[in-house]
Nanobody, 122 residues
Framework: QVQLVESGGGLVQAGGSLRLSCAAS????????RGWFRQAPGKEREFVAA????????YYADSVKGRFTISRDNAKNTVFLQMNSLKPEDTAVYYC???????????????WGQGTQVTVSS
């Protein structure tokens, strides 16, 4: 069984920063890509960023490109999402997920964390 646990969410003012973490336990961590997704109230879950198992390839949604950075530390079985220049529209529950490829399609991910709330005030 695989467990993904997110942390680092909170309340921040517009223009501020947060760093999310997602720690994995269970099956081999290094062989899988990881993704970050978010879901705002009344909206569908959307892709934010993804990273290959090696960390050599990263992908971002247009809405966060240049502001967010995804990274991973395989020795610690952890993936990170550094979020800078936050906007009120970034407010959502943020989820990390495990998949075979770093893609935007939620159906390609088989394990998900419970989510962490990010709230950006104007």
């Amino acid at each position: 069984q695989v467990q993904l646990v997110e942390s680092g969410g909170g309340l921040v003012q517009a223009g501020g920063s947060l760093r999310l973490s997602c720690a994995a336990s269970g099956r081999t961590f290094r062989s899988y890509a990881r993704g970050w997704f978010r879901q705002a109230p009344g909206k569908e879950r959307e892709f934010v960023a993804a990273i290959s198992w090696s960390g050599g390839s990263t992908y971002y949604a247009d809405s966060v490109k240049g502001r967010f950075t995804i990274s991973r530390d395989n020795a610690k079985n952890t993936v990170f999402l550094q979020m800078n220049s936050l906007k009120p529209e970034d407010t959502a529950v943020y989820y990390c997920a495990r998949g075979n490829l770093p893609v935007a399609d939620t159906r390609r991910y088989d394990y998900w964390g419970q989510g962490t709330q990010v709230t950006v005030s104007s």
